[in-house]
């Protein structure tokens, strides 16, 4: 059984994969750690404090509870990483490196996640490919790039079991997001139920690749628990799952909530990260590598998360 370390778990992926990992292998098999205290977390396995920046620490943990598997999850994400780029490096790099570094030191496969802010405007933007120029615009998005690169490096150099995946814009109906330019595709769920309304700081012509929770969660385990003899692209693989402009998930969102209305106010910073960014990305070698598949789609993650926060919200969802 696999003894699992989660650095960073009381982030939005983190809070939600804890809790996947722990009814698959076992409550007591996964650590979940972050730099501040989570009750949540605590109730259902071991939790312990700490900060991702103090190596010895983490070497503490790793050593103390057997680790074989981290997770790295630590990042300042990129509409904040914007307002403090020299704080996003030292928090996104130095995360990433003393984890690389404890996993060589203690023989561990680790998984940290890349992001579509990896590309850049010179990346084609529709079917973005596996393998193609990434030149970011945002710290957070030379942040990915490097971790990829330092992934591989430490795969090729050490033997080090390094997997990545870039993530579209992520959606969950558990946890909300945490500075992100694709922010908007979980607020307007919520707004939509609490106010008929929602006030967008995206374009309305600006598609985005998003991928629903469930779907995350799957594909971290179905990568992690891949056959390492047929991954070619171990750092990082591209996975798709729905494209959409704030209109076409508004429209989606009025098939339940007809009277629902959306304006604009766009953040000129948001709107720079969002444009530079792909339109869907070419997951083909995930597909052919590793079996990713992704469940859900526009229409039927709409339902489900108007379903879900409706009772968490007290409000009720008119079909």
Request: aromatic share 8%; hydrophobic share 40%; with cysteine.
């Amino acid at each position: 059984m696999k003894r699992i370390l989660i650095i960073g778990a009381g982030g939005q992926i983190g809070s939600e994969l804890t809790l996947h990992l722990r009814k698959i292998y076992g409550d007591a098999n996964v650590v979940a750690t972050d730099v501040r205290e989570s009750q949540a977390l605590a109730e259902s396995g071991p939790f312990e404090t700490l900060d991702a920046l103090n190596p010895a620490a983490m070497a503490s943990v790793v050593e103390r509870h057997r680790i074989d598997s981290i997770f790295n999850l630590v990042a300042l994400l990129s509409a904040v990483g914007e307002r403090n780029p020299q704080l996003a490096w030292n928090v996104n790099i130095g995360a990433l490196m003393n984890s690389l570094e404890v996993a060589r030191q203690y023989n561990c496969a680790l998984f940290t996640p890349s992001s579509i802010g990896a590309f850049g405007n010179n990346a084609p933007k529709y079917k973005t490919p596996q393998d193609t120029i990434m030149q970011p615009s945002t710290i957070y998005g030379v942040c990915k790039v490097t971790g990829e690169l330092l992934g591989n490096y430490y795969a090729h150099k050490y033997g080090l079991d390094t997997r990545s995946i870039r993530f579209p814009g992520i959606i969950s109906n558990m946890t909300l997001p945490g500075g992100g330019t694709t922010d908007y595709a979980v607020e307007i769920y919520y707004e939509a139920l609490k106010n008929k309304h929602y006030t967008c700081a995206i374009p309305k012509d600006v598609y985005m690749d998003m991928i629903y929770m469930p779907d995350v969660l799957k594909a971290c385990v179905d990568l992690m628990e891949a056959d390492p003899s047929k991954l070619v692209h171990r750092n990082s693989f591209n996975i798709a799952s729905m494209s959409f402009t704030p209109e076409i998930i508004a429209a989606e969102i009025r098939k339940h909530i007809p009277d629902f209305t959306l304006d604009y106010n766009v953040d000129p910073v948001k709107e720079e990260i969002a444009r530079g960014w792909p339109d869907m990305l070419d997951d083909s070698c995930a597909r052919e590598e590793w079996g990713w598949n992704p469940e859900w789609n526009l229409s039927r993650m709409t339902e489900d998360m108007l379903s879900v926060l409706s009772q968490r919200l007290g409000v009720a969802k008119t079909e």
